[in-house]
């Protein structure tokens, strides 16, 4: 197919979930270990390596134009492909050269990051004092575009294209990988894949720079290409249901107060584990989100605070309905900060696939509206981006801070997990220019966001 090469179509309707096809890879790259404790890792190798960079900038017609340059750093990865493409006997290598890589010609960053490497290795490794630094820098260029988890490069499944709405996915089980279905596919559509990981719940823009950095081309996938992206669908808080139940998790007691602050008068004290109903009224602060309890004595009804981390505490009421009970913003929150920040803790109930407690997309466009179910079979109403903005069709409101708050969270997403940390560490004492780390608490505010 012009512009995008070799691709892959479904000869007949394929049912989702459906195995298409496994196979071994032909060349598998060398693992870190290999790496460890060789000579030429002294501190002139340290200081060289360290000093390869390049600028990477987004392509002038592209929609993420506007995205601020930023530094492209060699990484100990890179040195595997390298070495390990320069063990290859000639067959292998013949037989990678048949795989998509950017020209040499290319200003990718990537292109010349490569290039440095190269010459690095020739000059002060001896595997690789005879070859040839193109090749070398093609090496480096054709196994990072091609590379599946692992290390792994197929024949067939290394072909396969990209898509923000993939059809299919790839799976992987001790000695075994394969190419799966995740919805039905008719005749003649192409097989995708995504390139990316949870990166797919990012904005649009996001997704092609990170693509562009990674995989040096610009995504322009059916997803991509539209206005509206149901796949980062919302529910509404403005008309979806409130939870009635709630119990009290924060020890020893949480107060109950007559108004919505922290300053207001206590009129009752709950211990730990104690239910009561609430009244579906809710209010927002400064200090955070208040559910107003309901009491069979009046006097002692009024607000409760759910969360207490604006005031240094955690969750201090939870939902005990049972389609709240696994979603609810505080619950997550203290899940998220344990997995974020490696906090000790019971981690039994995080599952990102646990499919019991998501809700799975079978079709990237919802034909029917903007409406999803929750675990009883209701509707709930969602907001959509579209048109460069959140809105409920349901009821109409904005979610103007959900893009501030989706801006900050895809700022984690690069700071965060963009880098390993001892890339991070590297870079930093490399004096890398513009390269911000994180503070615990940024990451914090990043999760209560979340």
Known sequence: VEGQGRCAFAAHDLAARELLLEEEPFYTRMPPKQLQGRPEWDEAWTVAFNGIRAVLTAPKDSAFAAMPEKPLLASTALVRDLLSFALLPETLIGALMNFSYPDLDSEHALVDVARQLAELCKERLPECRDADVKLLQLGVLVTEMNIFPGGRIFWTMSR????????????????????????????????????????????????????????????????????????????????????????????????????????????????????????????????????????????????????????????????????????????????????????????????????????????????EGSEQTNAAGESVPVVRFCDGHWTCKSCGEEGEALEKEEKVLVEVAQRVFAMTLPDQRRASTAGVKGLALPTESFVLSALRLA
């Open 160 to 367: 396969i294209n990209h898509s923000c709405a993939p059809n299919c996915v790839f799976s992987a089980a001790p000695n075994r990988w394969g190419l799966r279905s995740i919805r039905d596919i008719a005749a003649g559509e192409e097989i995708t894949i995504s390139y990316l990981g949870e990166e797919l719940l990012l904005p649009t823009l996001q997704r092609q720079w990170l693509l562009w950095r990674s995989k040096c081309f610009i995504c322009r996938c059916p997803r991509c290409e539209s206005p509206e992206d149901p796949l980062r669908d919302r529910a509404c808080n403005s008309c979806a249901p409130i939870p009635r139940r709630w119990q009290v998790v924060h020890q020893p007691a949480v107060w109950r107060r007559k108004e919505p602050a922290t300053k207001g008068r206590a009129v009752a004290l709950l211990k730990e584990g104690t239910e009561f109903d609430a009244t579906g009224e809710l209010r927002t602060t400064k200090e955070g989100l208040w559910v107003f309890g309901e009491d069979s004595d009046s006097k002692k009804s009024g607000w409760v605070l759910v969360d207490g981390s604006a005031l240094g505490l955690g969750p201090l009421i939870e939902p005990i309905d049972p389609d709240f009970s696994n979603i609810w913003p505080g619950k997550l929150k203290s899940r998220f900060q344990k997995k974020a920040l490696h906090r000790p803790g019971d981690m039994r109930e995080f599952d990102w696939y646990d499919l019991d407690k998501v809700t799975r997309v079978t079709r990237w466009r919802k034909e």
